[in-house]
């Protein structure tokens, strides 16, 4: 039996929880527009041709902002296509997936639907074929009230109010020579700045995300983070980050030590905005917004990513989530939380089918993917003030890594409602874990509200629309407190969520 000890103090805190680091991403891509948050005809479809069973689905996984319209769909898209009469939109050849857009969803139908889930839209703004001109004019037409030509163009399509879309990211993977109009750093810095700038003066009340690297294996990884962010640090809050992890070796272990590699991202990113700040002796904070990551590497072959013959919404990297992959996604979650001094947005990419936490039959069922537990999880507890851990735990090495603690936590404090949230990953493949929790300062006489274990004997296992629920969580009984002291007994490879609460 492993042994291992957590020590958090209510005044040790890291920082407050961005809930915003609760989200995910619809990009026009496969069948996550067409087939998956929309599908007119379906038989649980709205007026609006939004499917409910995915909306009754995304309200469970609980996102709190969605980005939208893409991803490398972005760098070719013409945002006027997407708004007005649908009998009058052109259909267009997207070039970033070889599939054919009808337009029939656009700019108004995503603001209706993140409405009707309740959740903020992150919008972007292509800075591939188009620049900042189309940029100030989409926000125009999204933002202003009303009283000039594209307010009232929003007006005559029926959408009085202005949405009031705060959150913009700047294009998307520019460095990638895969997206439509590839920049230099110095190409992308420099319109990513004019494009912040003419923006903030059509609404100055913004918060700005500049493309960071589209991964941290890049060439220009680094070096890039420093020159955009060297040309518009005084006009953007955000530098984005994208992960997707993948299980290459098939060893579960090295698979876990992504995680390492997702932190140490992070705080280099930091590192690198924190040196362009230092350059100009500014104490401004550029934040992370980690806008893509998920596991991906199962459907990740050119096949998976374009299908022959221009298709309307294909089944593209429709990936196949396992147990591991669960616990992979349940162990990044940690790592952003506990980096949520600096990490204040992400996003799960995507939200359905397209490597999505959702699946879904076009004409038929919807269903939770394996990866969808410990995200909704994690969204509905994690509340609060991220508490600094002293961990105790013993550790496990991999050709790559070696001394990786087998025991990863978050503990989240809400001073609203004295909560106490425990995120605890065992990453032993064989040892059962004691764990012990010493929650100081947060009073004695506290009792445990829920816990929960997401495990499974096969790390291969996965949800399917005949066996949807072979991988979900279950509520346990034995995990006791005494005394601020939190007790629990930790299955090798499961992620736990303990939530303690004032008695
Ligand atoms: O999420 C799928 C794709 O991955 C996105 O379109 C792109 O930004 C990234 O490379």
Redesign the pocket.
């Known amino acids: 039996m492993l042994t291992s000890r957590i020590v958090v103090d209510r005044d040790f805190v890291i920082s407050e929880l961005d809930r915003r680091v609760f989200g995910t991403?619809v990009?026009h891509?496969g069948r996550c527009v067409y087939g998956g948050i929309y599908e007119p005809g379906h038989p649980t479809a709205d007026k609006d041709g939004f499917r409910q069973d995915v909306l009754e689905l995304t309200r469970e996984l609980g996102p709190t902002i969605v980005r939208y319209p893409?991803?490398?769909?972005l760098s070719g898209y013409n945002w006027e296509d997407g708004v007005g009469p649908k009998e009058q939109r052109p259909t267009r050849l997207d070039l970033?997936w070889g599939s054919t857009e009808t337009n029939e969803f656009g700019t108004n139908e995503f603001i209706t639907w993140c409405r009707t889930a309740d959740v903020e839209p992150m919008f972007a703004v292509n800075l591939g074929t188009r620049g900042p001109d189309e940029a100030r004019h989409l926000l125009e037409y999204c933002n202003h009230p009303g009283g000039t030509y594209y307010s009232d163009l929003r007006r005559s399509h029926g959408y009085e109010k202005p949405h009031g879309i705060k959150f913009w990211c700047l294009g998307?993977?520019m460095d990638?020579p895969w997206q439509i109009c590839q920049k230099t750093a110095q190409e992308y810095g420099r319109v990513a700045k004019e494009t912040a700038k003419v923006m903030r003066w059509v609404d100055g009340d913004l918060q700005l995300a500049a493309c960071g690297s589209?991964q941290r294996a890049m060439p220009t990884y680094a070096s890039w983070e420093y020159e955009v962010l060297d040309h518009c640090f005084n006009e953007v809050d955000f530098i984005s980050l994208?992960a997707?992890f993948r299980n290459d070796s098939n060893d579960i272990q090295e698979f876990f030590t992504v995680i390492e590699d997702l932190d140490s991202f992070i705080k280099e990113v930091a590192a690198i905005a924190d040196a362009v700040a230092a350059k100009r002796r500014s104490p401004k904070r550029i934040m992370l917004s980690l806008d893509?990551w998920n596991v991906w590497y199962k459907a990740h072959t050119p096949a998976h990513l374009r299908k022959p013959g221009w298709p309307k919404a294909p089944p593209l990297?429709e990936e196949i989530y396992n147990f591991e992959d669960a616990l992979v996604v349940g162990g990044a979650l940690i790592t952003m939380i506990n980096n949520a001094d600096r990490v204040k947005a992400a996003c799960l990419?995507?939200l359905v089918n397209?490597?999505g936490p959702i699946m879904t039959e076009t004409g038929g069922a919807a269903w939770r993917q394996t990866i969808f537990h410990p995200f909704a999880q994690a969204s509905r507890h994690a509340r609060g003030q991220v508490l600094r851990t002293k961990v105790q735990s013993e550790t496990f090495s991999t050709k790559t890594h070696p001394n990786a603690s087998l025991l990863l936590s978050s503990v989240i404090h809400d001073p609203d409602t004295g909560a106490v949230t425990i995120l605890a990953l065992n990453r032993s493949a064989t040892d059962e874990m004691q764990l012990e929790v010493e929650l100081r300062g947060l009073g004695e006489g506290r009792k445990v509200s829920l816990a929960s274990e997401l495990h499974h004997s096969d790390i291969k296992a996965t949800n399917t629309k005949d066996s949807p629920n072979a991988v979900a969580p279950k509520e346990r009984t034995d995990v006791s407190i005494e005394k601020g002291v939190v007790s629990a007994k930790l299955k090798p490879l499961s992620w736990n969520v303990i939530v303690t609460a004032p008695a």
């Open positions: 991403f990009e891509m893409g991803g490398n769909f970033a998307n993977e990638g589209s994208h997707y893509e990297i990419a995507q397209v490597i």
